[in-house]
């Protein structure tokens, strides 16, 4: 079974930057369609940026401009920064291993205003 592990979440003043990673228990090429997502508390699970099979990349609105999705051969990367207040949550990252779907356990972000 594929795992996903993130890690660089943290606290952080708003302004500032992070550098979130998303690490594969395998061959990290053998990912398709690589998403970063995030839940605050009280709120639902949303979708923040995304890079599709063939290469596209899409950002959530409130995010767009600031944030930046990208991948290597050995990473998933989500590049934050002019971190807002709004931007605290539980990032996750996501993706396809065939036709099954994988989660990653969660890093918490914390932007302190």
């Known amino acids: 079974q594929v795992q996903l592990v993130e890690s660089g979440g943290g606290l952080v003043q708003a302004g500032g930057s992070l550098r979130l990673s998303c690490a594969a228990s395998?061959?990290?090429?053998?990912?398709?369609?690589i998403a970063w997502y995030r839940q605050a508390p009280g709120k639902e699970r949303e979708l923040v940026a995304g890079?599709?099979?063939?290469?596209g990349k899409n950002y959530a609105d409130s995010v767009k401009g600031r944030f930046t999705v990208s991948r290597d051969n050995t990473k998933f990367y989500l590049q934050m920064n002019m971190l807002k207040p709004e931007d605290t949550a539980v990032y996750y990252c996501?993706?396809?291993?065939?036709?099954?779907?994988?989660w990653g356990q969660g890093t918490q972000v914390t932007v302190s205003s």
């Open positions: 996501h993706g396809n291993y065939g036709r099954v779907g994988i």
């Open positions: 395998r061959n990290i090429n053998s990912i398709s369609d």
């Open positions: 890079i599709g099979v063939r290469g």
